[in-house]
């Protein structure tokens, strides 16, 4: 772990402790005991189907021969999602114990180079969610002084989100590195995959892919889902999704 | 559940508005903080209170620890015992 990304961390962490103490401890404690049990299980349970149409788009990008089963690209999923949010790892750091979960050999090289794609379409497909998510807020009528700085911070991330996009070969390369210090299978299949992927990405970014984009928007659909279930629904419900 | 008045459209902002922002917070490693602010930002504009967008920033956190700490013990043992079967041939 690098020292920038603990620095991160530590004022990432400054900066959630500052919110606890600015909206009460006590009452945050309290909003979570509403909660219950069971509705961190219902949670669970519309996380699932996101990640299910996740792990179907990757297996989608890895082109016409994938090197693995569907299950076997859930589970490699699974795997990458938990590495990324319980273990001090930058998305880098998640996918290449993702890919590891896929498997050995072949499945390492192709699962990089369908993990690089992956992550573009991924990418792509929040681009248009942020949109729809600025223009509800402005459909709304909500214009405050919040209303302001979250549009400005979310025009932000459709610049950076476009940069990453340009940007993605460099992403490949570095996956491949960190893959080759991971498995020494990894390191003898990379000169293939680097090979490869010029081929790769031209065959899955434009055949697969447009399957894959077509399960992004229905699991971010999901999501939404996933922050109203937790509320209990008012009587005027505007939902477009 | 949280006992807020939400309807879906006003759920679409809100998660929308965190992804971007997570995404914009991209440097940080589980945008540790970054999460709670961003739910904390979109609450406000629907007049949420700031505990209950936390509570569902952490309820979110709490639902990802369940599963990813599931995950990862099952893919440790499942690699242990892989590893002891090359071990034993």
Known sequence: VRRGTIIALAIGVAAGAAAVIRAGAGAVAQALESLHVSGLLVMALLHLPIVVLMGLAWRLAAGEDPPASPARFLWARFVRDAAGEVLPFLYLGAVVFGVRALGRGRAIALGVVSACIDGVIELTAKLPYVLAALLTLLALGLQNHFTRLLSLALAATGVIVAGLIVAHRSLGASLGAMARVVSPVGRLCFPWTTAARAAMCKRASIGSSVSARAYRPASRCTSAAGVWAPARPGSSSGCSA | ?89
């Open chain 2, 1 to 89: 559940l949280l006992g807020v008045d939400l309807t879906l459209s006003q759920a679409l902002a809100i998660d929308g508005t965190v992804v971007g922002l997570r995404t914009l917070g991209f440097m940080v490693p589980a945008a540790a903080g970054v999460q709670e602010v961003s739910y904390m930002l979109a609450a406000a504009v629907f007049r949420i209170p700031p505990a209950a967008a936390i509570g569902a920033s952490f309820a979110r956190r709490a639902r990802d620890l369940v599963l990813g700490v599931g995950t990862l013990g099952i893919a440790a043992v499942g690699d242990t015992s892989s590893a002891l079967l090359r071990l034993r041939s």
